[in-house]
């Protein structure tokens, strides 16, 4: 079974009152999800792997450290996902950033993949998953399933927000899957909306409402 990760940072929680907030206008609600993204990636870097070198300062030589292992590879989930790849590159700049567009099919409700591009080298790189918002889960599971079929071995989601109906669906169909939030809200609605949430991610961040 997958863990589930809170941040529980007084300003990632602060920031995300704001980010809740319908008052808050594109311009202000953009920002606010890319600082949050910063900081969530600090958060989720924590266990990356480090390795002994020697560096020699201006007054002498001594052990230090640099990241060691897989490198990182980034994965938006269309369209929101976007609003989180900024502020994730911030602290991890030589990330790639692959894509992966979905729709949901009307008759079935099930997510069709309409675009996937992603590094081509897939199999050395761990992954992040981004979806602001983990509603069903169907397009994380989906998403998730994409990478694996090209060959990603090891990846994490991370959400801002996620109703309890979408971490369970993402833990039943990919265990190994870490889920990294902000928050986990009460409930979905009956369309399929997070409950309180923050209403629709992608209009607020394009300001498509
Ligand atoms: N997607 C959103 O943007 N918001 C929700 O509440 C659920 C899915």
């Known amino acids: 079974m997958s863990k589930v990760y809170v941040f529980d940072h007084p300003l990632i929680q602060h920031k995300l009152t704001y980010i809740r907030n319908k008052e808050t206008g594109t311009k202000e609600f953009r920002e ?3 600082e949050v993204a910063a900081l969530m990636a600090y958060e989720i870097t924590r266990d990356m792997p480090l390795q002994e070198v020697e560096v020699e300062t201006p007054v002498a030589k001594c052990k230090s450290y640099l990241l060691a292992g897989k490198k990182i590879g980034l994965v938006p989930i269309l369209r ?12 991890i700049p030589a990330a790639k950033v ?50 694996k079929k090209r060959g990603a071995s090891n990846m994490k989601l991370m959400c801002l927000i996620a109703a309890p109906e979408g971490i369970e669906r993402v833990q039943e169909e990919h265990p190994d899957v870490d889920i990294y939030v902000a928050s986990v809200d009460e409930k979905l609605n009956e369309k399929g909306y997070i409950v309180p949430g923050l209403g629709d991610a992608g209009d607020r961040l394009f300001g498509t409402k």
């Open 32 to 34: 606010l999800v890319d």
């Open 80 to 91: 929101a996902g976007l609003g989180m790849v900024d502020g994730i590159l911030k602290l």
């Open 98 to 147: 692959g894509h992966v567009g979905l729709y949901r099919d009307p008759d079935t409700l099930e997510p069709v993949e309409y675009y996937v591009k992603l590094p081509s080298d897939i199999e050395e790189r761990d992954f992040i998953v981004i979806d602001p918002m983990l509603a069903t889960g169907g397009s994380a599971v989906a998403a998730i399933h994409s990478l």
